[in-house]
């Protein structure tokens, strides 16, 4: 639940003070709670849309990596980074 608290507080100082819709992890109703942020909890049917739509955004990037390589000479892709914890909080 810190963990949690901390990556919210630090979104809501960030970006503003948002509704924050999560899986149904059992530490985010608490974090939010402690932290005054509205909590939303996605149904199974939106987190099977959620996690499709992540899906067709990591191949469509792939693929337009196949289409413009890096041209950098033995390149370990070390410039695309995919943020796993938004997968999980969105």
């Given at each position: 639940?810190?963990?949690a608290e901390r990556f919210l507080?630090?979104?809501d100082r960030d970006y503003?003070?948002?509704p924050v819709s999560t899986d149904g992890g059992t530490w985010y109703p608490?974090?939010?709670q402690f932290l005054k942020l509205?909590?939303?909890v996605h149904s199974s049917i939106e987190k099977s849309m959620i996690?499709?739509?992540m899906q067709y955004i990591r191949d469509r990037t792939e693929s337009f990596d196949d289409y413009f390589p890096c041209w950098i000479k033995n390149c370990n892709k070390s410039r695309v980074k995919l943020?796993?914890?938004v997968r999980h909080i969105s």
């Open positions: 639940m810190l963990v507080s630090g979104a503003g003070n948002h608490m974090a939010c509205d909590h939303h996690e499709r739509k943020d796993e914890s």
